[in-house]
């Protein structure tokens, strides 16, 4: 029954919009929290804290030692895999397999989605393998999983070379993530073709993890590094993860390496319930681009609306104060603290007033929208002191006949 659910629920979020399947930002994440957290939820964050740091770092000094253990122990031996997986319990990750893979297929490739920094030791833990990605993962999970070695970026052979080399040597299997980045689990990226040009043996694994946390942080987004995504997986408490080995069909090898990978991705998003994307890893990389140009962009604007009402602060200590406040009225205020105390003269204070004040906005709205801007209503109250500051000494001077000193 519970198989006969996904199967429908896949086909109708199949069946969804192609505008829809293609907002990458749906499909990717661009901060490591949700950005609406209840009250509750941070003063939670905020008392367990120290209880997770503490967790943290017991979980890795039991990480340490058990990296020893599993770097003696053979990569066939089957009580290396009871044993990392009852090290992922310790650190807080429970795996149930929902499908085992069939014991009397030997497979060369597995390929499986990509969802989580833990992909690789969840499926270590049912079959052994080694991976072909070794520069987008953390070292401890590198050394118990096992990554085939190879050359610098730019005299790297292809992937398939590498494989088949091994392959041709060795009986253990290669894991490959045909997504080549995470996703956040809502959307299955397009399968590159190279994984199914290897051999024509191949496993296929559906991984879904899921994380137990107050704030629910993501597993990974955009801007994470592998090691930070390895430290949440430390700091949250509790990871569910579930895994399937799937079947690939009776007319797979009559397939070309393009055909099977679509095929494959139509599969694990039927699985999952979630739809086959047509976007690449590609797509989130200049959707990342975008967003630091957006960050950027941002970050120009506010210091030119800074520097019109602060212009004899130098540009480079405003944009290092709007790094860190990303905020207009809190960096004037911090540099107006730090500044030498100067005394401006009024042509000064009118422009900057001007400046806070929109354009082309006279009487009524002019004044309304100065009151609304807490930066403009600092300013006309400066101007309204130097103003009554001026008519004061003029009529003082009048009255005592001291135009005769320079004003």
Request: overall charge positive; some cysteine.
């Amino acid at each position: 029954k519970q198989w006969y659910q996904r199967r429908v629920r896949g086909f109708n979020r199949l069946s969804s919009t192609s505008s829809e399947q293609e907002n990458i930002s749906s499909f990717v994440n661009s901060s490591r929290f949700p950005k609406a957290s209840s009250p509750i939820q941070v003063i939670l964050f905020a008392v367990t804290l120290p209880l997770c740091l503490s967790l943290a770092l017991i979980r890795l000094f039991l990480g340490l030692q058990a990296l020893v253990i599993l770097c003696i122990m053979p990569k066939r031996l089957k009580l290396r895999r009871y044993f990392l997986r009852l090290v992922l319990m310790l650190i807080g990750v429970f795996l149930h397999v929902e499908k085992p893979p069939k014991k009397s297929f030997k497979p060369a490739v597995i390929v499986s989605n990509h969802v989580s920094v833990l992909d690789r030791l969840l499926v270590e833990c049912c079959t052994p393998c080694y991976t072909l990605s070794v520069r987008d993962i953390p070292l401890l999970v590198r050394l118990v999983v096992g990554s085939l070695d190879m050359t610098p970026r730019h005299e790297a052979p292809p992937p398939t070379a590498v494989a088949k080399t091994h392959l041709d040597n060795s009986d253990v299997p290669i894991l490959t993530l045909p997504e080549q980045i995470m996703t956040n689990g809502r959307g299955l990226l397009k399968f590159a073709s190279w994984p199914f040009s290897i051999s024509p043996d191949v496993q296929i694994a559906c991984v879904e993890v899921k994380r137990l946390h107050f704030l629910s942080p993501n597993l990974s987004h955009v801007f994470s590094s592998s090691t930070s995504d390895f430290f949440w997986c430390l700091f949250s408490p509790a990871h569910f993860a579930t895994i399937r080995f799937l079947s690939v069909g009776e007319d797979w090898k009559d397939r070309n390496p393009e055909q099977k990978a679509s095929f494959t991705q139509t599969l694990i998003s039927n699985e999952l319930g979630v739809p086959a994307l047509k976007l690449t890893c590609h797509d989130v990389s200049e959707h990342k681009k975008s967003l630091v140009k957006e960050q950027v962009i941002d970050l120009d604007s506010l210091v030119r609306q800074v520097v019109e009402v602060l212009p004899n602060i130098p540009e480079s200590e405003i944009r290092a104060d709007l790094m860190r406040t990303r905020d207009t009225t809190q960096t004037i205020y911090n540099l107006v603290k730090t500044a030498p105390r100067t005394v401006p003269n009024k042509s000064q204070l009118k422009s900057t007033a001007a400046a806070a004040a929109p354009a082309g906005s006279t009487g009524k709205s002019s004044s309304g929208s100065v009151f609304k801007n807490p930066v403009a209503r600092a300013n006309m109250l400066e101007l309204k002191k130097a103003e009554l500051i001026a008519s004061g000494r003029a009529r003082y001077i009048e009255k005592h006949g001291l135009s005769n000193i320079d004003s």
